[in-house]
């Protein structure tokens, strides 16, 4: 069974771009979320969808959001880059909401 | 709010010997699992062990064991036998079981190093 896909794995942008990020979860998993790891802040959860719906959101600003598509896959958008975003973004799948996560390897994103 | 607290931002280890992790939470839920994750230098979150609230009995994979205090909300892990390969950050994360919400909280965590 492949695990959790996320790309790319590695990502320069400049400020003021804006950067999409792609999370293929475990086949059968109909729940992705995502979460920001920065050294500062530590891992913080930014958005869950399970069925295209949004079903919880961190405390992010609108510049973040996300979809899910039908075939589970989800994406994350950041507009607007600011060199705070600069972090590891970290995809999780889980079979339904509320079970355990599975990650996949992240995308480091660097905003110059 | 949930919370989750891990004290020991630093460890370290000689091979072969045993090292507990330590960690506590707060919740107002009924339901919740319990996990340790570790992050090796790839990045790479990987599951540890997980603990079910409502089971008594403590988790136990291979080397890896938890000491679940639900009434002192504690949740510590001991590696047994440590070995190199488990230096890595190591975060401990609840998440409530079933419910419509079902993100993870984590701790800070902390950085392991199995010394030879």
């Known amino acids: 069974k492949a695990g959790v896909t996320q790309t790319p794995r590695y990502l320069i942008k400049t400020r003021g771009q804006q950067v999409t990020l792609s999370c293929s979860p475990i086949s059968g998993h109909r729940s992705v979320s995502w979460y920001q790891q920065t050294p500062g802040q530590g891992l913080q959860f930014l958005f869950e969808?399970?069925?295209?719906?949004?079903?919880n959101k961190g405390n992010f600003p609108g510049r973040f959001s996300g979809r899910q598509f039908s075939n589970s896959r989800s994406e994350m958008n950041v507009s607007t880059l600011e060199l705070g975003d600069s972090a590891l973004y970290l995809c999780?799948?889980?079979?339904?909401?509320?079970?355990?996560?599975?990650f996949g390897q992240g995308t480091r994103l660097t905003v110059v | 709010a949930q919370t989750v607290t891990q004290s020991q931002p630093e460890m370290s280890v000689q091979e072969a010997e045993t090292v507990t992790l330590s960690c506590t939470y707060d919740?107002?839920?009924?339901?919740?699992?319990l996990f340790w994750y570790k992050q090796p230098p790839s990045r790479q979150m990987i599951l540890v062990i997980r603990q079910e609230a409502y089971k008594q009995q403590n988790a136990t994979e291979n080397r890896f064991s938890v000491n679940f205090q639900k009434a002192a909300k504690s949740f510590s892990l001991k590696i047994s036998d440590s070995q190199l390969g488990d230096t890595a950050m190591y975060f401990c994360a609840s998440l409530n079981y079933g419910g419509s919400q079902g993100n993870l909280i984590f701790g800070k965590g902390t950085k392991l190093s199995v010394k030879p």
């Open positions: 919740t107002s839920e009924s339901n919740y699992y």
């Open positions: 999780a799948s889980h079979r339904v909401v509320g079970t355990e996560a599975f």
């Open positions: 969808y399970f069925s295209e719906t949004q079903r």
